[in-house]
Each structure stands twice: as structure tokens, then as C-alpha cells.
């Protein structure tokens, strides 16, 4: 079984400063996790994944992200918030095999100018 | 660009009247997935195709129903919309050989 945490369902940053969204996961297995990114009316549009390779894995549009084994984690961050980071924010977790993705429940982004 | 398509983008129907959504691919991918999306929620697996292997979550309402008839195609089948319908549908698509599934823009469907 897997699951994902996301604390914080809105989350709001200034223009330029640090973004930092939270991402717990479980999972009995080794875990394959990503971040995607939904602007209004829109699908999702992957940012960044980890699969088994390097624990820090950089994304689109300045993002990364850092696989802590030790703490479950998986936060995605952004040393400097732009207005267009504006979106809800999904990580999710599958494993080798699985052909699921088992989502968290979003994190809204608000860049406040 | 390779991409995922869904048509039409927007669709309004009213309660009971049957509805198609469409979605299409030309990354050649052999696993495609239905997604609802209801407001701020996560996505929610309806069902997946792993090429004609039809695969339905066991929550999946019987009013859902799918149809693949290639590899490019697979649509969605809502025989009796009702008002707990109204969502955005998203389709997705996955190589068998990778981890990363793709995402279209989705359908907005308006249950009248």
C-alpha cells in the first residue's frame, strides 16, 4: 500500500520569496515519486520525479526537489516565487510494476506581489 | 508535438442525457488512463487500459464506461449523467518501459 501527505492545502509566498511545499509518503516498496503542477482549467503538467537515481532532482521552471529516505519526505521548493507559480501543486507516489499513481490532495499556491 | 488531446475541451449535457469525451495520443503509448477531478480534489482513477487490457477501479460508478479502439483512442461513456457527475475529465497516458504518466488538458463537463 502507498499513500501521500501533502501538508498544507493553501500555502502563500511573496513575490521572490522561497517556495516550499511538504510531501510524506508511505510506501512497503521503494518509492517512484513526482510533482505536478495544474494552472485553472488546465491537466497536469509533470514538473520533476524521482526514480531510484539521485536524491536531488532538479525540474521545470526553477523547481526541485529532495528525496529523504530517512524522513519520507519528498518537498519541492523554489529559492524565488514568480506570479506564474500561481497553481495547485499535486505530489503522487507509484513504485516499480505499478501502473497507479496514488495522489496527495493538492497544495494551492498564492503569490502574493 | 507528441501529445495528449482531449475533445472537446469544455462540454455541457443535461441530466440523464448521454455523453462521449475523447481522448487521443500520438506518443504511442500502450496505457491509458480516465481520471475524474472534482473541484480542489486530486485526481480519481476511474479506469486504465494496458493496450485492450481493460482495467476498472472497483469504486467506478456502472454509469462509466469505456472504449478503446486503438492504440491512439480511448473515450469515455457517461450513459445517464447526473448532477454528482460535473467535473473535469482527464485523460493520461504511460509507456509500458517508464514510470511517468502524461496528462491531457482535460474536459469540463456541465451536468444541466
Known amino acids: 500500500a502507498q499513500s501521500v501527505t501533502q501538508l498544507g492545502s493553501h500555502v502563500s509566498v511573496s513575490e521572490g520569496a522561497l517556495v516550499l511545499l511538504r510531501c510524506n509518503y508511505s510506501s512497503s516498496v521503494p518509492p517512484y515519486l513526482f510533482w505536478y503542477v495544474q494552472y485553472p482549467n488546465q491537466g497536469l503538467q509533470l514538473l520533476l520525479k524521482?526514480?531510484?537515481?539521485?536524491?536531488l532532482v532538479k525540474g521545470i521552471n526553477g523547481f526541485e526537489a529532495e528525496f529523504k529516505k530517512s524522513e519520507t519526505s519528498f518537498h519541492l521548493t523554489k529559492p524565488s516565487a514568480h506570479m506564474s507559480d500561481a497553481a495547485e501543486y499535486f505530489c503522487a507516489v507509484s513504485n516499480f510494476g505499478n501502473e497507479k499513481l496514488t495522489f496527495g490532495t493538492g497544495t494551492r499556491l498564492t503569490i502574493i506581489p | 508535438d507528441a501529445m495528449v488531446i482531449q475533445n472537446p475541451r469544455y462540454q455541457v449535457t443535461q441530466f440523464g442525457k448521454p455523453v462521449t469525451l475523447s481522448c487521443s495520443q500520438t506518443l504511442n503509448h500502450n496505457v491509458m488512463y480516465w481520471y475524474q477531478q472534482k473541484s480542489s480534489q486530486a485526481p480519481k482513477l476511474l479506469f486504465h487500459?494496458?493496450?485492450?487490457?481493460?482495467?476498472n477501479e472497483a469504486d467506478t460508478p456502472d454509469n462509466f464506461q469505456s472504449r478503446r479502439p486503438n492504440t491512439s483512442f480511448c473515450f469515455l461513456d457517461i450513459r445517464s449523467p447526473g448532477l454528482g457527475d460535473a467535473a473535469m475529465y482527464l485523460c493520461a497516458t504511460r509507456h509500458r518501459a517508464t514510470d511517468t504518466q502524461y496528462f491531457g488538458p482535460g474536459t469540463r463537463l456541465t451536468v444541466l
Open positions: 487500459y494496458y493496450d485492450k487490457d481493460f482495467n
Open positions: 524521482y526514480t531510484s537515481a539521485a536524491t
